[in-house]
């Protein structure tokens, strides 16, 4: 059973810290590129850090490099987020592909889960 669960939104002041977390079925976990995504209503889906599946390498969008932190342990994805700012306002996706290396396209990947809202005023 494919599954994927956020956890560890809210509401935080500007310059505070978040951790997100992704409860993942470990079909969905094992040996796959995982991901965590950001919309907001209007605007396109947004990469925000993926982790390949052996957990050695990851990548960050521009305007999270040094803020948010991805890591990956015991089939859960999380998401450090620290120095949030009010343009992170966002729900926030976790996603996983079916290949162990990562693409950079939200359309690569295959499961998603419901999201969890992050906002910072």
């Known amino acids: 059973h494919v599954q994927l669960v956020e956890s560890g939104g809210g509401s935080v002041q500007a310059g505070g810290s978040l951790r997100l977390s992704c409860a993942a079925s470990?079909?969905?976990?094992?040996?796959?590129?995982m991901g965590w995504f950001r919309q907001v209503p209007g605007k396109d889906t947004e990469g925000v850090a993926r982790?390949?599946?052996?957990?050695?390498y990851t990548f960050y969008t521009d305007s999270t490099k040094g803020r948010f932190t991805i890591s990956r342990a015991d089939n859960t994805l999380y998401l450090q987020m620290n120095d949030l700012k009010p343009e992170d306002s966002a729900m926030y996706y976790c996603?996983?592909?079916?290949?162990?290396?990562?693409?950079?396209?939200?359309?690569?990947?295959?499961?998603w889960g419901q999201g969890t809202q992050v906002t910072v005023s």
């Open positions: 982790i390949d599946g052996s957990g050695q």
């Open positions: 470990p079909e969905t976990y094992h040996n796959h590129c």
């Open positions: 996603a996983a592909m079916v290949t162990i290396g990562c693409s950079v396209s939200p359309e690569t990947f295959r499961w």
